[in-house]
């Protein structure tokens, strides 16, 4: 069983940032590809930035230039930095992993005024 758990969510201005934390209860970052999604209110959840064990990085393309995913294997924390932050940024964020079935946090919520 894995546990992840989300922080570092808040309320900033528009072209604020953030950065979100995902903590997992073991290491298992450094082998396995690890995603970032968010859900809007009323909107589905979409992939946000996805970082696989071997270094590659994956980007919605609304977030590019914007965000990115990096690890700290050593911390098993994973990380999420957003700048130029805009309202449409706003929803709640979840950390991702799949190892035979998904985990998910929480999540933590950004709101992003304008």
């Known amino acids: 069983q894995v546990q992840l758990m989300e922080s570092g969510g808040g309320l900033v201005q528009a072209g604020g940032s953030l950065r979100l934390s995902c903590a997992a209860s073991?290491?298992?970052?450094?082998?396995?590809?690890v995603a970032w999604y968010r859900q809007a209110p009323g909107k589905q959840r979409e992939l946000v930035a996805r970082?696989?064990?071997?270094?590659?990085?994956n980007y919605a393309d609304s977030v590019k230039g914007r965000f990115t995913i990096s690890r700290d294997n050593a911390k098993n924390t994973v990380y999420l930095q957003m700048n130029s932050l805009k309202p449409e940024d706003t929803g709640v964020y979840y950390c991702?992993?799949?190892?035979?079935?998904?985990?998910w946090g929480k999540g933590t919520l950004v709101t992003v005024s304008s």
């Open positions: 073991a290491s298992i970052f450094n082998i396995i590809p």
């Open positions: 970082s696989s064990g071997g270094g590659t990085t």
């Open positions: 991702n992993v799949v190892i035979d079935i998904a985990y």
